[in-house]
């Protein structure tokens, strides 16, 4: 009983002070408790910074980012996950899918040719080499 | 009394000088989008200008809007400022990481395009920031361009290029820590040994609507006889004397042929190549 009249205690500081605690997302560098120009800003002071220091170049360019994300608009937290390396899907060549091999245009504005030997994986061919019989075998 | 009248032409005249230099000491800051021109299945190039004295500012946000079944927003492309959207490092690889001068010198921006529901009408929400302040004196200057595609069925007209403030919300007031739909600033400045706990200051921005042409005009033609011959390039190399804002609109697209929003020698050797 006095143990729990104890535990009590205890968890009841803890709110009371924690309470107390302002509590600020990582994005609110100025700690004025909205995120906006002004913290993008100081973010990317900060990443200047930090520009040579590995330890905290990482961070730093995702908190400027996304800081800018949420002033443009947007609440997605930019965040790039360990071994990904873009952030951005249109430069998602490189990961591994199945590939025509025949040449062909991405209709983006500006056609850009993708050759074949970009690809590391074929599987599809395009032309056969002879006509599929066009009857049955006979019997 | 001969003292009061000398006393009297020098007020007269001071008067006349703060009547005649007050528009410039308060000319108010302002974000244009510029009237572009452009062809049918081609990238149309609107630059953003900034004027009235950005010297003290470095961070601006804002909303285009634009008709998504004439245009495909593209991009944000460099114009005398470096910029970046982050979307070329690699977390893993050193080599890819920008030098701090270059952070440094660098607008950092996100565009994203918001697909407005049952509405040509779509909207892009820009926010571009940089460590530095956008100029280094009252003097114009353009930190990006906004690409446009226009679409091959594009008819020949002119469109609006809106801008207005950007709003925070409905769905993202509260993760920017708002309580509802709130208009953020288009202008904040922070001096660059600022503590960082200082308060921002922003700054109010007349917001001025552009607009995109789409022509039959073919870029290179630069005398405007429908075909690109060696004339043109000659034609474009004697404009590229000329100052970029003195040309016309019609000028500048059919000069400009790779549309870097500038006019060199290079864009008359690449009509001249562009002739075969």
Redo the contacts between chains.
Sequence with gaps: MKAARHLVTAVLIIVLLSSGIPLFAPEDTNKNSVIDLGDAILSIRDFVRSADNPETFTSNIERTLTTLHIAAGMKTVIKASRGEKSLNSALSFNLPYLASSCSFFINSGLPAEIPEYTFQYESIVCSTESPPPRHGPTT | MKNLRKFFILFLLLFLGILAFAPNALAAKELVVVDTNSCQDC?AVVPITLTGGFNDV????F?LTYDSSKF?F?GLAQATTAID????????D?ET????A???STI?????V?DVAASDIDEI???????NFFASDTSDVTPFRVEF?VKAATALDTYAIGVQQ???GP??AS????DEDTL??VA?G?A?TAD?????QTFAVTLTDGSITVSAALKGDVSGDGEITSQDAVDAFYLSFTPWDELTADQQFRADYNGDGQLTAQDAVDIFYAQF
């Design positions: 990238t470095n961070g601006i946000a909303t495909d593209v959207d982050g979307s070329t490092y690699d977390s893993e050193e990481w920008p030098l701090p270059e952070v440094e950092y921006y996100q565009a994203n918001n929400l820009i926010a571009a920031a940089g460590a595609h950007t709003i925070i769905d993202t993760s920017a820590g708002y953020i600033p904040t922070l660059p960082p706990l200082t308060e921002t």
